[in-house]
């Protein structure tokens, strides 16, 4: 079975509308596809309806920023209820600061001599997610049209990293807080991209312990090393504090990162809820 538990519409920062990520998911035969747009769940019932149309098992989710030791983390809420009421205002009150840090992210980058980042990054949201979800891709993407890199994981190097004239500090919601958020609603929570945080071995592991200690339920793979070092590295801190493995391609754009689907994936689909799969991290 070919799965897929990170992927972004354009909701958030993705470039498809939720009913053209499920068509693609489908084409590229992926059986389990979760929708996890970036602290918002407005495209999961769209999503769904197309879902069912395709044969697509549609598992609603999100993606939620949080802090963690002043280290931003993302997680997954998997099989959550959208409709929760505690969730959506944990969501509601993330969009807020996600629109504070982009005005202060343009203030930032007009003092660099980069004006109208702002307007830019919401041209490129779109209508829906410039009111919403507008996130740092947005400026990158409007940065790479400005011509000042030539891709986006570009502009991050040299616009977005610490110090640099589009980073700015936020403080999200914390980390027993958004995975209250996500339990509460009935689902199981994820930490995102582990490798991205910039942690040192030993703080990963307390991570991996706090996590399990709080109530989360998985860490994720890197979708394209699912039996190399880095997975190995990630799939060794997750078993012994009794985490399971996710795996997702964190899809924005076609042609962009990692397609949709992950063949092969059994892994993470028993703890999902999903029939047929096993829990165990070697899978």
């Not at 629109?99 to 307007?119: N, T």
């Amino acid at each position: 079975m070919i799965v897929d538990l990170h992927t972004h519409s354009s909701e958030s920062d993705g470039s498809l509308s939720p009913a053209q990520l499920v068509r693609r998911a489908a084409a590229r035969g992926v059986g389990v596809l979760a929708l996890t747009d970036h602290d918002t769940t407005a495209g999961v019932a769209e999503a769904q309806r197309v879902a069912a149309q395709l044969g697509v098992r549609l598992l609603p989710g999100v993606e939620i920023s949080t802090d963690w030791e002043g280290t931003t983390l993302h997680v997954i809420g998997l099989n959550i209820d959208a409709a929760n009421r505690a969730l959506q205002a944990g969501l509601a009150h993330t969009r807020e600061g996600r629109m504070e840090r982009a005005r202060a992210i343009s203030r930032s980058l007009a003092k660099a001599g980069i004006d109208g980042a702002l307007a830019g990054a919401m041209r490129q949201a779109g209508e829906v997610s410039s009111v919403s979800s507008l996130g740092r891709m947005h400026f990158a993407r409007f940065l790479v049209a400005l011509g000042c890199a030539r891709t986006a994981s570009g502009v991050f190097d040299h616009y977005m990293t610490k110090g640099k004239p589009g980073h700015v500090e936020h403080r999200w919601a914390p980390l027993d807080e958004v995975l209250a958020w996500i339990k509460g609603a009935g689902g199981q929570a994820v930490l995102a991209h582990p490798w991205r945080y910039g942690l040192r071995a030993g703080d990963q592991a307390r991570l991996a312990r706090a996590l399990h200690d709080l109530g989360g339920d998985a860490l994720e793979l890197a979708p394209d090393d699912r039996r190399g070092r880095r997975a190995r590295h990630h799939a060794s801190m997750a078993c012994p504090q009794g985490l399971n493995c996710s795996l997702g391609s964190d899809f924005h754009v076609p042609g962009e990162g990692h397609d949709l689907g992950i063949p092969g994936s059994r892994t993470s689909l028993a703890w999902a809820g999903i029939e047929g799969g096993s829990s165990d991290c070697s899978a």
